[in-house]
């Protein structure tokens, strides 16, 4: 039986959410973090073989015989590669039998370009580039691979949580669960906002929980290919900061969900209002009014409305600063558009205002 108090009864509804779209919201993050971990625990595996060959290939490019040149010869074995140099091969194979054996040519002239001498390879640091460099204390060199993975499961729980919205209060009115809801003691707005908090609260703290365990197992991956292919374990991690990076993570999505706010009302109102097809519902009014606006005005404020409050990928935070995304290295909340924010929070509150009263008036199907 529901409890009468106001808090308890919403704490019923959150976990009624969660336990009967299960499925959706914990279970699906879950698998796609468990293959994350079987991909990553491979790549250790496969890395261990590659790495045999990408150190006998930068052998290859470092070493130089004495004339200039590199005469090589690579074998392959289960778990070897061996590189010969031009004096051991002729020692393990000696000369070849049907050719005559030619003096070594001359050196080519100072001013002659040789690929094995001249050839180098140095990127330009993000400095020379006239780029700003991260803070080492902030970013790792493991952190953007961190936030990839965290991003993914943002992306899915992005995906979930608008299935479930479209769907929520649209099947409470198939399948009748509506008339047991109204006989018990909770009200509709009641209603609505425990399925508003399950998108913007419950559903992503259970991600941040798998996001966080992936993380670390990510670490320990990352720490045992490390020993594999000998690399020091202190240079993997130099500048890795857990805290700065969670802190960043936690924030990105709290500056994501209040621009989504407006998005997640409008899927609320149009599971509440529609009669066959929610996402028809919720998309056809959009499109007709961007369509209308760009034929009698020539402009595009409807659409830009829906794009900025749309996530995107954001890997510069200065050249995008004001909208939702998926952030590579945290929000920039010195560059947050407020009016645009602002607006967007009281379009949310108007929005769940409707699929209150929608739920309260016309929950026939």
Do not use: C
Not at 25 to 43: E, H
Not at 112 to 120: E, G, I, K, L, Q
Not at 230 to 259: C, K, M, Y
Not at 341 to 351: E, I, K, P, R, S
């Amino acid at each position: 039986m529901i409890a009468r108090t106001p808090p308890n009864t919403l704490f019923t509804l959150l976990q009624r959410e969660l336990r009967e779209y299960r499925t959706s919201l914990l279970w699906t993050p879950v698998t796609i973090a468990a293959l994350l971990v079987v991909l990553l625990g491979g790549s250790v595996f496969f890395a261990d073989r590659i790495s045999v060959f990408g150190e006998a290939f930068m052998q290859m490019l470092e070493h130089e015989s004495g004339d200039g040149s590199l005469n090589i010869s690579i074998s392959v074995g289960e778990d070897e590669v061996t590189v010969y140099r031009r004096g051991e091969l002729d020692e393990r194979l000696g000369p070849p039998l049907d050719l005559p054996v030619s003096e070594p040519e001359a050196p080519p002239p100072p001013e002659a370009w040789n690929f094995s001498r001249d050839w180098t390879f140095s990127p330009p640091r993000a400095a020379e580039a006239g780029e700003a460099a991260p803070e080492p204390e902030a970013y790792g060199a493991l952190s953007p691979l961190l936030n990839v993975l965290h991003n993914l499961l943002l992306l899915v729980l992005m995906f979930t949580t608008a299935n479930y919205l479209l769907g929520t209060l649209f099947d409470d009115r198939k399948d009748r669960s509506i008339l047991f809801w109204r006989s018990m003691p909770v009200s509709e707005w009641q209603t609505v906002l425990s399925k508003f908090l399950v998108v913007a609260v419950v559903a992503p703290g259970v991600v941040f929980i798998i996001s966080f365990v992936l993380q670390v197992l990510t670490l320990a991956l990352s720490a045992v290919l490390a020993w594999r292919m000998e690399v020091p374990t202190e240079r993997l991690f130099e500048g890795l900061a857990l805290g700065r990076l969670a802190l960043d993570q936690f924030g990105g999505w709290v500056l994501t969900a209040l621009w989504l706010a407006p998005i997640w009302a409008w899927l609320l109102l149009a599971s509440a209002a529609a009669r066959r097809s929610p996402f028809l519902l919720a998309v056809t009014p959009v499109v007709v009014a961007a369509i209308a606006e760009a034929l009698l005005f020539g402009s595009h404020y409807v659409i830009g409305a829906v794009v900025d409050h749309l996530p995107k990928l954001v890997a510069d935070v200065e050249a995008d600063p004001g909208s939702a995304g998926l952030y590579l290295f945290g929000p920039n909340w010195h560059a947050v558009n407020l009016p645009g924010m602002g607006a967007g929070l009281v379009a949310a509150v108007l929005l769940l205002t409707g699929a209150v009263w929608l739920r309260r008036h016309r929950w026939e199907i």
